[in-house]
């Protein structure tokens, strides 16, 4: 797995104080894009919560998962989730250390007692001893929130800086853009209401002590009477529920949910994402789980189509021009102020999530834009079946012959037939996946031949 070492520094740890009116939270940030360009610890919020209680509880619950791994969990994970400021609300997010699952967590307007919020991206310090303190907060007493550094703080030069360098797999930058691409094709399939959520929940598996995984359970739900019930097959309206335990960070919220909601895509039959939403007052807390447990987001393939053209690098420059950390990013918008087309603009916006400068939220049913800390180019630098489809095309191992092709590797020589705007190839991953986890690498050398795409070592 290839890893590089990020450092996040903050001026100090994040922490729970008292105050004469009541908690005062501090989360500290580490370096981030604004718009006003890179700071060292950007300032997004400062202002109470209309329900610190619950909002305490959804950020432990976006912790968890990020100190979390689903699948091979002897490995520890560790990674401060992510914060961006839309102007209307808090998104705090975090990936699980095995890729498998997303969580987000909206604090909206309501749910920030009135106060403005701030534009930007950057990572907060969420520790040992914070994590402790909000566990304690058991009443709604006021409580401040405060992401980022005190006035006095920015200003001054000297003062201790908590420095963490975290071990950061460049799968999980795959897994912000695969996530995006998978919730995108998604619907809603359920809607619960509290008590019904509740009683689904806690009726779920979880994982043993030892660490495995508890039993598989139900692999698929269908919404039945005002609840979900499980089913052996994936019938019409039924949602995937691969690995349920790894929904049990759910479980620190369900007092409070108002509503739970089901997102998935249309049953073909093959293992699927879903994302389960928590409604909360407030804010909403959502989990996405890839389509199993063994399968991280970042391999599943979805933005390898839109990496493969140089239209989406071309559309996805002048798309990024128009963002402006909006909370809701409507592609038919972009489409008319970029004079492209909506399907253009969406595949600019598929490439512009694998540098993580674009999510999708299901309540909306939008994109929203934020801005990570990371190398623009290196989840397709990093892409298995992008850089060996680019090789083959730049070695002019691509014969074309109508809807069929002809791709020499090694001493195999493979048949890529094309039919309409899908592809089917004689390879074992073919065989293996049928197009459910993108194309392969045979079939995107098909295609970058076929669309003139720039490859490695200028070729056309």
Not at 14 to 31: D, H, N, R, Y
Request: net charge positive.
């Amino acid at each position: 797995m290839t890893r590089s070492v990020q450092a996040l520094a903050y001026a100090r740890p994040s922490s729970l104080e008292s105050s004469q009116v009541g908690p005062s939270l501090g989360l500290e940030t580490a370096g981030g894009l604004t718009p006003r360009g890179a700071e060292a610890h950007p300032r997004f919020f400062a202002g109470f919560l209309s329900a610190p209680r619950i909002a305490a509880r959804g950020l432990l619950a976006v912790a968890d998962v990020a100190a979390a791994r689903y699948y091979q969990r002897t490995l520890p994970a560790s990674l401060d989730p992510v914060v961006t400021g839309n102007g209307d609300r808090l998104r705090f997010e975090s990936f699980s250390g095995c890729c498998g699952v997303y969580a987000r967590l909206d604090v909206l307007r309501e749910g920030l007692d009135g106060q403005e919020t701030g534009h930007g991206t950057t990572n907060v310090d969420v520790n040992a001893p914070l994590r402790e303190s909000l566990s304690r907060i058991t009443a709604d007493d006021p409580l401040h929130l405060r992401v980022g550094p005190e006035e006095m703080a920015v200003t001054t030069l000297d003062g201790p800086v908590v420095e963490k360098k975290v071990p950061l797999p460049d799968r999980w930058l795959r897994g912000f853009a695969e996530a995006q691409v998978a919730s995108a094709r998604f619907d809603l399939r359920a809607e619960l209401t509290a008590a019904q959520a509740v009683a689904f929940l806690r009726s779920l598996p979880r994982s043993s002590p030892s660490g495995r995984a508890a039993a598989r359970g139900a692999r698929w739900v269908v919404a039945s009477g005002g609840s979900l019930r499980p089913t052996t097959r994936p019938v019409s309206g039924a949602v995937c529920l691969p690995g349920p335990e790894r929904l049990v960070a759910l479980q620190r919220v369900l007092r409070d949910a108002t509503a739970l909601r089901v997102y998935g895509p249309v049953a073909d039959g093959a293992a699927a994402a879903s994302a389960w939403e928590v409604v909360l007052p407030g804010m909403r807390l959502t989990l996405t789980l890839s389509p199993d447990s063994a399968r991280g987001f970042s391999g599943e393939g979805g933005v390898l189509e839109a990496l493969a053209t140089d239209d989406a690098a071309a559309d996805a420059e002048l798309v990024s021009v128009l963002l402006a950390w909006e909370p809701r990013i409507e592609p038919a918008s972009l489409a008319e102020q970029a004079g492209l087309s909506v399907e253009r603009v969406r595949a600019a916006l598929t490439r512009l999530g694998t540098a993580g400068r674009v999510g999708y939220d299901l309540a909306d049913a939008a994109y929203f834009h934020r801005e990570l800390p990371y190398d623009a180019d290196r989840a397709e630098r990093h892409n298995p079946r992008l850089v060996a489809a680019r090789r083959l095309a730049g070695e002019g191992a691509v014969s074309l012959d109508g809807s069929r092709a002809t791709v020499a590797s090694g001493d195999r020589r493979y048949q890529v037939r094309e039919s309409g705007s899908a592809f089917t190839c004689t390879c074992q991953w073919w065989a293996d996946y049928r197009g459910r986890r993108g194309p392969c690498k045979h079939a995107l050398a098909v295609r970058m031949v076929r669309r003139g795409a720039t490859v490695a070592g200028g070729v056309r």
